[in-house]
């Protein structure tokens, strides 16, 4: 930072910044600007190459049928014409909605309910051992979370199904049952993620005025009252953005099945990501992926927009 | 889950990178000359040459041998030896298709029955004719390989491959489980119907005790002896159709379920792995290929002998070979010409009859003694050939491979056969007609 002229021999800066001497602020402004843009430069340079010229590039092979060894030929919507006949991709969407509807309601629901609890008045050194022991699956890479869950719910040896039968239960094939190979997913999606959620609730917490929930208990309120009348609407934008967040990550769920489940039984428990790397690298059927790929950004953009429109009517921006 | 994003990003990015390279796999080159006296190259020239291999880490070692061996004889001359250790056929190839519209296509490419008509679709290979014809050493070898392995690649009268290893299909037991039930070794010509009362005689206890009759191995060359055996494929005699509907292929897609569903004589296939089971005394049968024979004696396990395949209509099973291409666009198609005829000869075929992973291509290297000395009947891996026929692997068998294991996993999780065969058929359907 330079100071540019001293500043007592001049009137108070007028708000448009352009008094004083032109010339000297221009040269002055225009390396600050230089160096400006050449901080946010690997930023936008990685934005160009990593997100906005593939973007382009899927687009264009999303009209186009290229199989990778040959030129791309131009095939106008062909291949969004083709995505209404594939069954397999409503199957895969069909499984995507699901968990992106699991994920909202479960991550959402327990991280809350967590939070809740964890702001209670304990002593301080638990709360931070509890915050610790939610927030740990997130440290840890999906793939081993995966891998170790895999071994959980293994219907033989699997201590999943250990209990279970140690309670009178039915073995459950976890894995390779259409039904529950999905419930497999959900559950490690919902275990994994539930520490971030939590934490931002927490913090979002911390925040309510304590004076105000006091207030309200002497004016007789109980504690359901005030959780749904004071804090519910005080963390709303908490709840916004764990919301936002949970529903992009979901769409756009994909290593957990593998390991788990490889998608199997089937399609059973495929999702619309794992579908499309499967179209663009063993089949080699790039335009159609990336049309897929295309509509899948659309509808995320879209839910998200939907989201931010809708916010105005419950969250609270004070 | 932030990682999803990444990957769907990658995938857009490979795809960008990918349109900006793909023009230059189409560039033509010389090639062999299919008239005049072959010449090889001399003994100083200075070259590199990339070869894409796959296989396990046995295999491996037989591979760095023929490099070094090279290198004493062109001394010159870089040999950049890329291995992939193979999960899935699909990978794979998929890799080398990547590679290939990369226009980074390896000079010498090691491929399978599997890839070779997805290769000579998109002409990914050199013919060999030049070679063959005009190198007198190429004959001799040649002469010395069942025309069956060499019958698979070849294309419109050209030769594009040879072979160096192939796996055949056949049942191994455990010769003391055989022994202790009083089981007599079947016939050659034993029958489905036989395989089933040894396996229901042998499946005994319950729990973590329970011994199977068999482990079946869960993978589309592993099923598909059984849909030869009862005279049927998944694809038509000329690889254009797609015949996964097929009556007989349903009817032998139940007769594996019923295996583990209906008779219980073996376990569900998901999540067991028939190559534990059955040298670890779990399982008295199991069916696989040579490369067992490798892992087995690792383990210190050597009660077992091979049968031929079961008899369901037809006596039958499926093989499929490995072999060497040069790539088309190579720019040392001689020096990738020696180098495959260092990997594919009599030094080296015998190397590959020890590795355990495969059986040598060649009749002389699969009846030597090494390869010969375990199991008793090891003579039946060659042999079979004789009734063998290839794995049906059409251009799309990226598709037809995975298509049919999703199919066989809805089917072993108790869905209809009908409607889970329908949809793979109609995937690779859709997959044949590009």
Redesign the interface.
Known sequence: MTLTAPQTQLPPAPPSGRGGHPGRLTATRRREALTGYLFTAPTIIGFL???L???V??IY?SLTK???????KFVGFENYARMFRD??LATTYGNTVLYVGAAVVLINGFALLFAVLINQRLPRVLTYVFRSAYFFPYLVA?VYVSIIWQALF??DTGILNYYIAALGGERI?W????EFSKVSVIIV?TW??VGFAMLIFVAALQEVPKDMVEAARMDGANEWQVFRRIVLPMISQATFFNITITI???F????SIIVLTR??????SRSV?MY???V???????GY??AI?VT?FLIIMLVTLVQFRLRKSWVNNE | MRKAVRTSIATAAAAALLALTACGSATESAGPAVDGPYAAPAKDITATISVSNWGDPGDKAVYDGVAERFKEKHPNVTVNNNFTPITTWTEYVNKLVTQAAAGQAPDVINIATEGVELGLANELFSPLDGFLKNDPEAKALREDIDPKLLAGFGKDGSTYLMPNTFNTMVIYYNTKMFEAAGIERPSDDWTWDDFLEISKKLTTGSGADKVYGFAMPYYSFGITPWLYSNGTSMMSEDLKTAQLTDPKVQETVEWVRDLATKYGVAPQPKGSDPYQLFPAGKAAMTGAGHFVTGGFAKAGFSDYDILPWPKGTTKSTVFGAGAFAISKTSKNQELSWEFIKMLTDQQTQKKWADAGSAVPSTKTAASSPEFLSSPKHAEEFYNSLSYAKPVAAPGAYNVLDPAFMRAMDEIMSGQDIGSSLEKAQKDVEEALQK
């Open positions: 190459v990593f997100v010229g593939p973007l590039a899927a092979l290229y199989n990778i060894l040959t030129a791309p069954e397999r999906l293994q219907k094939d894995l390779n049952s259409s999606d994994r993620n992009i990550g979901a756009q769920i994909y290593e998608g199997g039984p089937g399609d059973a990501v499309i790397a499967e663009a690298f063993n089949k080699f059927d790039m992926a990336s790929a899948l």
